[in-house]
Nanobody, 122 residues
Framework: QLQLVESGGGLVQPGGSLRLSCAAS????????IGWFRQAPGKEREGVSCISRSSTNYADSVKGRFTISRDNAKNTVYLQMNSLKPEDTAVYYCAARRLAMCVMTEDGYNYWGQGTQVTVSS
């Protein structure tokens, strides 16, 4: 079956860093568009970043702090998060689109991971 598994979340102090991983199985990740989304308690799920073979994009709230990348040999996408703020606290999800485009909205994403918790607190 097709699966995406997130890992790397945890508790970090403001100003700290975390690297999230999204490992794919059952399909080749390079042929898909991949997005990172997050959802805080009581809030709508929002797009954070995306990557395709030809482009990347970031939400304004994370530009300059987060970096998305891909390791095709490991079939894994990463989200490096630096200078973390308390407002970054959320469950982070990765998702894959069969139509391999870099988009920041949920429409068209066919496969979703289970999420990983990121908590930024002193």
């Amino acid at each position: 079956q097709l699966q995406l598994v997130e890992s790397g979340g945890g508790l970090v102090q403001p100003g700290g860093s975390l690297r999230l991983s999204c490992a794919a199985s059952g399909f080749t990740l390079d042929y898909y568009g991949i997005g990172w989304f997050r959802q805080a308690p009581g809030k709508e799920r929002e797009g954070v970043s995306c990557i395709s073979r030809s482009s990347t994009n970031y939400a304004d709230s994370v530009k300059g702090r987060f970096t998305i990348s891909r390791d095709n040999a490991k079939n894994t996408v990463y989200l490096q998060m630096n200078s973390l703020k308390p407002e970054d606290t959320a469950v982070y999800y990765c998702a894959a689109r069969r139509l391999a485009m870099c988009v920041m909205t949920e429409d068209g994403y066919n496969y979703w991971g289970q999420g990983t918790q990121v908590t930024v607190s002193s």
